[in-house]
């Protein structure tokens, strides 16, 4: 299984790991948390169940810091930092990106 932070790492670049991606149902922020890196979180996608993938990377530090705004994010260093996001739906015949244009 590949995660967000192997691609991450092979081009030396961080990710913040307070940041997960979620499931999507009936509420928006649903469960499963889906964390972007390597872990010992146990846990299946199952079939039909919709879910995101969302890391942000950064050229520096991992650590983010929440501007007063309540909604502005930097890294603790200031370094630059970008934030994707796909929605992804699990099929019988794999995994399908509905965010894919």
């Given at each position: 299984?590949?995660?967000?932070?192997?691609?991450?790492d092979?081009?030396?670049?961080?990710?913040?790991?307070?940041?997960?991606?979620?499931?999507?149902?009936?509420?928006?922020?649903?469960?499963?948390?889906?964390?972007?890196?390597?872990?010992?979180?146990?846990?299946?996608?199952?079939?039909?169940?919709?879910?995101?993938?969302?890391?942000?990377?950064?050229?520096?530090?991992?650590?983010?810091?929440?501007?007063?705004?309540?909604?502005?994010?930097?890294?603790e260093?200031?370094?630059?930092?970008?934030?994707?996001?796909?929605?992804?739906?699990?099929?019988?015949?794999?995994?399908?990106?509905?965010?894919?244009?």
């Open positions: 299984m590949l995660f967000p932070s192997d691609h991450a092979r081009h030396r670049y961080g990710v913040v790991r307070t940041f997960v991606g979620h499931g999507v149902g009936r509420v928006f922020h649903a469960d499963p948390v889906v964390l972007h890196y390597r872990n010992r979180e146990g846990g299946r996608m199952k079939l039909n169940q919709t879910f995101t993938i969302e890391p942000m990377l950064t050229m520096g530090s991992i650590n983010p810091v929440m501007w007063d705004d309540d909604w502005t994010v930097v890294t260093d200031g370094s630059l930092s970008a934030q994707f996001e796909h929605t992804i739906l699990i099929t019988e015949g794999g995994a399908e990106i509905l965010t894919q244009c």
